[in-house]
T-cell receptor, first 113, second 115 residues
Framework: DAGITQSPRHKVTETGTPVTLRCHQT?????MYWYRQDPGHGLRLIHY???????DKGEVSDGYSVSRSKTEDFLLTLESATSSQTSVYFC????????????FGAGTRLSVL | DQQVKQNSPSLSVQEGRISILNCDYT??????FLWYKKYPAEGPTFLIS?????DKNEDGRFTVFLNKSAKHLSLHIVPSQPGDSAVYFC??????????????FGKGTKLSVKP
């Protein structure tokens, strides 16, 4: 157990509404990540953080923003959800500065109607 | 362009036999490789990794082989068990100046182990 909690686990929302997903860790790790998983695409990095208030874009960051005001929480926001953002979202942490072994949360299944 | 490729979307194996999952990469800067296992409705679970300074790493029934000249790695599961049925993701990273690089994932291979 990597001490990662994602909330909510499931969410259904309508196009155009804002959505925030939360990732909470209990182990005080520096690196945190947000991925989305879609059929035929594997896992794709949306944003990542290397410390409080330090974030950067990943491969598929358009339409997403993140915030990290505390070490333990990493928030992913969809400012105006679109149907193309229907996906399963995973948060991950990395325990080591040198070995990029990432440990994942259980995921949030988001449906945008 | 895909930097990490898993060309077999699925693989079916009989219980007790060997499962071999393959992964190819294109970026010669990758120096650390990982395999993850994912069950439905769960997050990916780290399985095994290998550094580019090695060509083999073993952990119980799982062995990863790395062929740098061919830019190819494979995961061997021996013997395969029904509980190994899952989607397996290959991932790679390139470290720059000692700091970790982000993981690039393949699209996954769904392994089915039949009793």
């Amino acid at each position: 157990d990597a001490g990662i909690t994602q909330s909510p686990r499931h969410k259904v929302t309508e196009t155009g509404t804002p959505v925030t997903l939360r990732c909470h860790q209990t182990e005080n790790h520096r690196y945190m990540y947000w991925y989305r998983q879609d059929p035929g695409h594997g896992l794709r990095l949306i944003h990542y953080s290397y410390g409080v208030k330090d974030t950067d874009k990943g491969e598929v960051s358009d339409g997403y923003s993140v915030s990290r005001s505390k070490t333990e929480d990493f928030l992913l926001t969809l400012e105006s959800a679109t149907s193309s953002q229907t996906s399963v979202y995973f948060c991950a942490i990395s325990r080591s500065e040198t070995k990029n072994i990432q440990y994942f949360g259980a995921g949030t299944r988001l449906s945008v109607l | 362009d895909q930097q990490v490729k898993q060309n077999s979307p699925s693989l079916s194996v009989q219980e007790g036999r060997i499962s071999i999952l393959n992964c190819d990469y294109t970026n010669s800067m990758f120096d650390y490789f990982l395999w993850y296992k994912k069950y439905p409705a769960e997050g990916p679970t780290f399985l095994i990794s290998i550094s580019s300074i090695k060509d083999k790493n073993e952990d119980g029934r799982f062995t990863v082989f790395l062929n740098k000249s061919a830019k190819h790695l494979s995961l061997h599961i021996v013997p395969s068990q029904p509980g190994d049925s899952a989607v397996y993701f290959c991932a790679a990273s390139a470290r720059y100046g000692g700091s970790q690089g982000n993981l690039i994932f393949g699209k996954g291979t769904k392994l089915s182990v039949k009793p």
